[in-house]
């Protein structure tokens, strides 16, 4: 017989009292806790891992993305907007009937150096100026913010004059049928002075 096996023998007449019994069951119990802790901590890590790296493959695909919220056709619209890094900006929303909406734009702006890309806080208030949109139905629309005007009916002459105006400030608008339009916060322009 070997020792082990003699220990074995040796010990298995003896029973541990109450106490003892409790203190080893609750040992064994924090001991299932704590790997139970460090298998969710396992995966926590993993997922942390594999989301991070999908959110650094979205952000690095397109530029730097965002989710935003700002008024389109008079609604207030979650959308993910990219920006290229270059003056330029793809915005993603979903429209009220389930597809996708998609619009672009940019530009570039003049200072004392020259031209540069414009900013993504000047691309964004691109994206809160008045809109003027020509359904399918005919009708011809201003959007500025939480504002829906119709306008169709306003045209003289192919030319429509609209004061808008947020927080008690006035713009004043020229819009030329299917021609463009241009604002001011003075006056209405000549609708030659914007083409």
């Not at 926590?44 to 991070?52: E, H, I």
């Not at 530009?107 to 020509?134: H, Q």
């Not at 105006?165 to 049928?177: A, D, I, Q």
Request: net charge negative; hydrophobic share 35%.
């Amino acid at each position: 017989m070997t020792n082990k096996e003699k220990y074995k023998q040796a010990f298995l007449a003896l029973h541990p009292s109450g106490d003892i019994s409790m203190e080893v069951e609750r040992m064994a119990m924090m001991s299932r806790k704590a790997k139970l802790r460090a298998a969710a901590a396992a995966v926590t890590a993993c997922l942390l891992v594999a989301v991070g790296g999908g959110m650094a493959y979205a952000a690095d695909v397109g530029g730097i993305q965002r989710t935003v919220q700002l008024w389109i056709n008079g609604e207030m619209t979650n959308a993910e907007i990219s920006f290229d890094g270059e003056g330029n900006y793809v915005l993603s929303y979903l429209r009220e009937d389930g597809s996708v909406g998609e619009r672009g734009g940019g530009g570039v702006a003049y200072d004392k150096d020259g031209e540069r890309p414009l900013t993504e806080s000047e691309l964004l208030e691109e994206l809160n100026s008045p809109e003027v949109v020509y359904e399918d139905d005919g009708t011809v629309w201003v959007y500025y913010y939480d504002q829906k005007i119709e306008i169709t009916d306003r045209f003289e002459d192919g030319v429509c004059y609209v004061e808008i105006s947020e927080n008690g400030e006035p713009l004043y608008m020229t819009v030329k049928y299917q021609d463009g339009y241009g604002i001011s916060p003075h006056k209405y322009l000549s609708p030659e002075s914007f083409n």
